[in-house]
């Protein structure tokens, strides 16, 4: 491949998984375009971005909000203006298509799987919606898939157990790529256990009966699924025995230090499932998080140490599969229950 035809494919991969992912606008590429639309009387490439983004299947069929579309679009046409005086009447038939759609409290963010597959979530318009933030994805959930996607081994064949799912981002990248056996999705939040029932439903996985996901196995046509769970689980009030009828190999968690209440209450759960462990095998815990206040991942280190509970900090991974703020400091701890 010329480098030239490397540099466009590289680009509209870029404005491909920036857009179905709904990401900030100014995260765009919009710069290296401009300096392409500059170098070429060729509309081409605008046609080209259209197509893998506004008219991409996935954009169709779960489009993401009304406001990003116009936002995108209405950039698109501004950087085909400043260097063309022809307009682009693809762009403005777009445009026009969008501003006769009205806005939905939900929308839609696709994440491409290295394979080819994507995984598609619904999540609210609004970054706190119905008193709780788990409705929508955040960069830690996208940082431990891409670590899991790298590293399917330690999870294939394994009873999964993830705490504070949220949108459910991480567990169906892990679900559709790393072959567990179960995957039980938990939170507190009535209206994120919905959502996730929907979300899992929506990436075409089945889900098995509340009751401990180790004695329900897949029936022999879905043997390439997972048994798919969703279960309440309030860290403060789970009991020993709730815990223990989970039966996990492996626990998840994605951006839930962000207090001090928080890590109070995941250390106390991860107390309490290592207080109801069976076998000889060791439970691994993975916490992902940003680094948003130093003091506070101090704190929940500080508390593992009191309570007995070894960790270490896991390398950071190279596997850069989705678009989120790679200027956001990410940690991930591996605990041994």
Same mark, same amino acid.
Not at 104 to 116: D, E, N, Q, T
Not at 140 to 148: G, N, T
Not at 220 to 249: R, Y
């Given at each position: 491949? *010329? ?15 920036? +857009? ?47 406001? +990003? ?12 203006? *400043? ?69 399917? *081994? ?91 009828? +989970? ?52 704190? +929940? ?37």
């Amino acid at each position: 491949m *010329a480098p030239k035809e490397s540099e466009d494919v590289d680009l509209l991969q870029s404005f491909q998984r920036r +857009f179905l992912a709904a990401r900030a606008l100014r995260s765009f590429p919009w710069q290296s375009l401009e300096e392409k639309l500059r170098d070429s009387s060729d509309s081409q490439l605008l046609l080209d971005i259209l197509q893998k983004t506004v008219k991409h299947p996935l954009c169709v069929k779960h489009p993401p909000s009304v406001k +990003f579309l116009h936002g995108f679009l209405i950039k698109l046409i501004k950087k085909h203006e *400043a260097v063309h005086t022809e307009p682009l009447d693809e762009l403005y038939q777009a445009l026009a298509e969008v501003l006769t759609t009205e806005e939905s409290p939900c929308c839609h963010r696709s994440y491409l799987l290295p394979f080819g597959d994507a995984v598609t979530l619904s999540e609210s318009t609004a970054i706190v919606s119905h008193g709780t933030t788990g409705l929508v994805t955040w960069n830690a959930a996208l940082y431990l898939a891409e670590w899991a996607l790298e590293n399917p *081994a330690a999870f294939a064949g394994r009873n999964i157990l993830e705490l504070g799912s949220g949108a459910g981002l991480t567990g169906l990248a892990i679900c559709r790529a790393c072959h567990p056996r179960t995957y039980i999705f938990s939170d507190c939040h009535s209206r994120v256990l919905e959502q996730l029932r929907g979300n899992i439903l929506l990436n075409g996985l089945s889900l098995q009966p509340d009751v401990p996901a180790p004695q329900q196995p897949p029936k022999s046509e879905d043997a390439e699924k997972p048994a798919v769970k969703v279960t309440h689980l309030d860290w403060d009030l789970a009991t020993t025995t709730q815990l223990a009828a +989970f039966q996990p190999d492996v626990v998840l968690a994605a951006d839930v230090l962000y207090c001090p209440e928080t890590v109070h209450s995941l250390v106390g759960v991860l107390q309490k499932l290592s207080e109801c462990r069976s076998g000889p095998r060791a439970v691994h815990a993975y916490i992902a998080f940003t680094v948003r206040n130093p003091e506070t991942c101090k704190l +929940f280190t500080a508390q593992l140490g009191q309570v007995g509970m070894p960790w270490e900090a896991m390398p950071g991974h190279d596997q850069k599969l989705f678009p989120y703020d790679e200027l956001c400091e990410m940690e991930m701890l591996r605990l041994t229950l």
